[in-house]
């Protein structure tokens, strides 16, 4: 079992800058990657980053250049750093640690990107 808790939401301007954790306890040993989704109302949820134990990273065409995965192996937590955000980044942010056993899911953080 693995345990994720996501922290760091909350209510920006556009064109300003969040940033996201996600603390991981339990069987950590077992991930092999570790990912950053998001559900805006009426969509679909949809991936944003994900980073494997190796230290590759991969992000979704649109934030590209705004976001930035990372992790802190000596924490247990992986962070997802948001630059120039704008409205459409408004969603609600589930923390994903993929293991053999399956993936495991955080309850996730509302980012409101507002004026």
């Known amino acids: 079992q693995v345990q994720l808790v996501e922290s760091g939401g909350g209510l920006v301007q556009p064109g300003g800058s969040l940033r996201l954790s996600c603390a991981a306890s339990g069987s950590i040993a077992r991930i092999y990657a570790m990912a950053w989704y998001r559900q805006a109302p009426g969509k679909q949820r949809e991936l944003v980053a994900r980073?494997?134990?190796?230290?590759?990273?991969n992000y979704a065409d649109s934030v590209k250049g705004r976001f930035t995965i990372s992790r802190d192996n000596a924490k247990n937590t992986v962070y997802l750093q948001m630059s120039n955000l704008k409205p459409e980044d408004t969603a609600v942010y589930y923390c994903?640690?993929?293991?053999?056993?399956?993936?495991?899911w955080g309850k996730g953080t509302l980012v409101t990107v507002s004026s």
């Open positions: 980073i494997t134990s190796g230290g590759s990273t």
């Open positions: 994903n640690a993929a293991t053999p056993m399956g993936d495991y």
